[in-house]
């Protein structure tokens, strides 16, 4: 029997006001479901929050749509993970030190990153994140207003004649009491591994940062790391190594912990008077996603706290397999070795053309000089 | 046959992706993004590519890429069954596309520069100077020469007759002062100087020339410029339905899965429910089609 493949989980959070703004970019499609307020949305200035539509059907030949309050999954990903990176800050790659403790922190292993640098430190490196959540929407049916507000801005001068004033007054959007839904999952694949190599263009670490990475994750975990190897994907087809790190199934359990500390505890805040907060957290353990189907009631159980968590270390799936290091630079230089000599075909049979594109140039002037001889 | 239903939901495409600087590396080489090929997909529907790729990642597989060169090509069994995949998109959408969502997003930017323009008391009169606030710690790091900025710091002391001048004159303040004794020689002086060390830029604010072409910043390339700078990007979500037919055999593929994957830009992706393939499918959705490569020159 397999083990967990991942975790999924619904929550429920409670909130008042908006706490996700959106630009004004989706004025258009906003004319069209607040109908009451068309002449509102006419203006440029409108504060708006970010929306959830869905088509539900159709009327008359035309098609009609629910519009719920969001907070984006971006924003729930922020405050989350908040504390650990409040800004994501490139120039820590100038700092290696403080660049690969970033990388291995629970922020790091959790919720991924992608690092695009040239200039200094360990070159390009990017984690796809286990963690996946969607949109918080809102279940309820509290509905929003526009209202009048002044802002707190310089008022803007004509410099022509032809040029619109500035104003200070905005309509924002308002609402009450929202309860919103959110369900997310971890996929256990994705954490326990950390690829160190190019192959599928996912490196995460530079392997030359690998023995100050692996001091980070042990801090990060309180478990000690397996060495850097070379590691196969037990289900796919293409038996390719890679080089990385695989944590352990307690360093996973713990980084499921602390995810889920971290989901508890959210609060989003804003300044402008809006916040949402978690109420109740459900999980379910997937083993396979065909039998036990995400989507169905069946199988969740509510957690108030990490220590609800009914999973066991043992439980997890290892989805990687380490293959002795000989036999990996062997298929590699196997790979290595076809990859050259197609090169070497491909620059052959481009010089077999030129040479053949020259033989028929000279066979046209040929024929030319016959032509004017003639 | 049977069909498997794929929810998605928040799934991104960037709308201006040509806008981008940087470059796409495969076994052919570097190529410069704007110059890379690309397909475009219908509004309305899903691409194949994408799709294959989506169902690749369902069964435990790796992606593919669709346009960088690779030599691991995957099955083709994944590409046939996004060919006869059906998608039902709910999102609300016209001819520019669906609906944009306005996202924040750090990029690194190696000279970034500040436009603000804040207005100077030049010469009598209310002059815009574009860079931004300047106070005497960005001052010093712009200028970035210890015995040049004690000059400007002396300059002013010995005009002023004030000891303490960081305490007392704020930067852009200080500024002003020179500028009102621009033709005393020791200021002459010390545009000079500074002219000679390439700030040309704070010696025409401070003599109030050429001051609409410059900023406070101009010519300056330091390390420490080299900044993570907070933007918006405008992004289109989508959310959808995806109805993949498939056999009770195919179906044990998706068991090697975890059941969840991402899909385009941040988009959320599991697998709904197994249904019997039923017409009504076909008359809900449109088809997955082919996505039309464009190649930019």
């Avoid at chain 1, 509102?40 to 200035?45: A, D, F, G, V, Y």
């Avoid at chain 1, 169905?296 to 706290?305: L, N, W």
């Avoid at chain 2, 604010?205 to 406070?216: P, R, W």
């Amino acid at each position: 029997m397999s083990g967990v493949r991942s975790i999924w989980f619904n929550a429920t959070l409670k909130g008042t006001g908006i706490v996700n703004y959106d630009g004004k970019d989706s004025l258009w499609a906003a004319k069209e479901w607040f109908k009451n307020y068309r002449e509102i949305l006419s203006h440029s200035n409108v504060k708006m929050a970010k929306h959830y539509i869905k088509k539900i059907g159709e009327k008359d030949g035309k098609p009609e749509y629910e519009i719920k309050i969001k907070i984006s999954s971006d924003c729930i990903k922020h405050a989350l993970f908040e504390e650990d990176q409040p800004v994501h800050d490139t120039l820590i790659m100038a700092a290696p030190k403080a660049f690969i403790k970033l990388l291995s922190s629970a922020c790091g292993l959790i919720r991924g990153y992608m690092f695009e640098n040239k200039v200094c430190g360990s070159g390009s490196v990017h984690r796809k994140g286990p963690l996946n959540i969607t949109d918080a929407v809102q279940t309820n049916d509290t509905i929003p207003t526009f209202d009048l507000v002044t802002q707190l801005s310089p008022k803007r001068q004509k410099e022509n004649k032809d040029d619109i004033s500035g104003t200070n007054m905005v309509y924002k959007e308002c609402i009450g009491d929202v309860v919103y839904t959110l369900s997310g999952s971890i996929d256990l694949n994705l954490l326990q591994f950390i690829c160190c190599s190019q192959r599928y263009n996912r490196m995460a670490v530079n392997p030359d940062d690998a023995k100050l990475y692996i001091e980070g994750v042990n801090r990060t975990t309180d478990l000690p790391t397996s060495n850097i190897g070379h590691y196969i994907y037990k289900t796919a087809k293409s038996e390719l190594s890679e080089e990385g790190i695989l944590l352990s199934q307690d360093q996973c359990l713990m980084l499921i912990k602390d995810c889920f500390r971290r989901l508890l505890g959210l609060n989003i805040g804003r300044g402008g008077g809006g916040f949402a907060y978690i109420t109740d957290i459900k999980i379910k353990h997937i083993t396979d996603p065909i039998i036990d189907k995400p989507y169905e009631e069946v199988g969740y159980y509510p957690i108030k706290s990490v220590d609800d968590i009914k999973l066991k270390a043992s439980d997890i799936e290892v989805f990687y397999k380490e293959i002795p290091e000989e036999e990996a630079i062997a298929l590699n230089n196997d790979i290595d070795n076809a990859y050259i000599a197609t090169k070497n075909k491909d620059a052959e049979d481009k010089q077999i053309k030129a040479e053949e594109k020259i033989k028929a140039k000279e066979a046209k002037e040929a024929k030319k000089n016959k032509k004017s001889e003639q | 046959m049977k069909a498997l239903c794929i929810s998605i939901k928040n799934a991104g495409l960037w709308k201006y992706p040509m806008w981008s600087k940087d470059c796409v590396y495969d076994s052919n080489g570097k190529t410069i993004r704007k110059k890379f090929p690309y397909y475009e997909v219908p509004i309305g529907h899903l691409g194949v590519q994408q799709v294959a790729n989506l169902l690749r990642v369902l069964c435990g597989q790796r992606p593919v890429p669709s346009l960088r060169k690779c030599n691991y090509t995957g099955d083709p069994l994944y590409e046939e069954l996004a060919k006869k995949s059906r998608a039902n998109i709910h999102s609300i959408y016209n001819d520019k596309g669906y609906i944009e969502e306005v996202v924040y997003t750090h990029k690194s930017n190696q000279f970034p520069q500040q436009t603000a323009k804040r207005n100077y008391i030049l010469d009598n009169h209310n002059i815009g100077v574009i860079g931004g606030l300047i106070y005497w710690r960005r001052l010093r790091r712009i200028i970035n020469d210890n015995s040049l900025f004690q000059e400007i710091i002396t300059t002013i002391q010995n005009l002023s007759k004030v000891n303490n001048v960081q305490e007392s004159f704020h930067a852009q303040t200080a500024i002003e002062f020179l500028n009102k004794h621009k033709t005393k020689p020791i200021v002459i002086e010390l545009c000079k100087n500074l002219k000679k060390n390439h700030h040309t830029s704070l010696s025409n604010i401070i003599l109030n020339e050429h001051i609409d072409a410059i900023s406070i910043h101009q010519g300056y390339h330091g390390i420490n410029s080299y900044l993570s700078c907070g933007s918006v990007e405008k992004i289109q979500r989508l959310d959808a339905s995806l109805y993949v037919p498939v056999t009770n055999e195919q179906l044990k593929l998706f068991s090697n899965g975890t059941g969840a994957a991402s899909f385009l830009e941040g988009g959320f992706v599991a697998i709904e429910s197994i249904e019997e393939w039923s017409p009504l499918i076909e008359i809900q959705s449109k088809p997955v089609v082919e996505g039309v490569l464009i190649k930019c020159t």
